[in-house]
């Protein structure tokens, strides 16, 4: 059974760093696009950044940008999440998803093969 499991959330001040890493099990990672969400308290969850399976192609949301870097590292099935300049609206629970389709990473995670359980960040004013 594929599994993604996510590490690297935790608390930190407005203006900090952090790093997540998403680890997956499948054997055909570099056929996936990787993608990241986060769901917010009390609100929908929202596509964060997103990464095609040769790394060609990257694509953030607009809240992100210039602040967050996605990558990926294919021999170590492992997708990486940089986050600096953090602010309070960026606590969530970030959620790492992957899909053989661009389309499906890059929108809304309807229909996403997999999904990771997530992991908690929590930035403090």
């Known amino acids: 059974q594929v599994q993604l499991v996510e590490s690297g959330g935790g608390l930190v001040q407005a203006g900090g760093s952090l790093r997540l890493s998403c680890a997956a099990s499948m054997r055909t990672f570099s056929s996936y696009d990787m993608g990241w969400f986060r769901q917010a308290p009390g609100k929908e969850r929202e596509f964060v950044a997103a990464?095609?399976?040769?790394?060609?192609?990257?694509n953030y949301a607009d809240s992100v940008k210039g602040r967050f870097t996605i990558s990926r590292d294919n021999a170590k099935n492992t997708v990486y999440l940089q986050m600096n300049s953090l602010k309070p609206e960026d606590t969530a629970v970030y959620y790492c998803?992957?899909?053989?389709?661009?389309?499906?990473?890059?929108?809304?995670?309807?229909?996403?093969?997999?999904w990771g359980k997530g992991t908690l960040v929590t930035v403090s004013s």
């Open positions: 990464i095609s399976r040769n790394s060609i192609n990257i």
């Open positions: 998803a992957a899909d053989p389709s661009w389309v499906v990473v890059t929108g809304r995670g309807i229909g996403m093969d997999y």
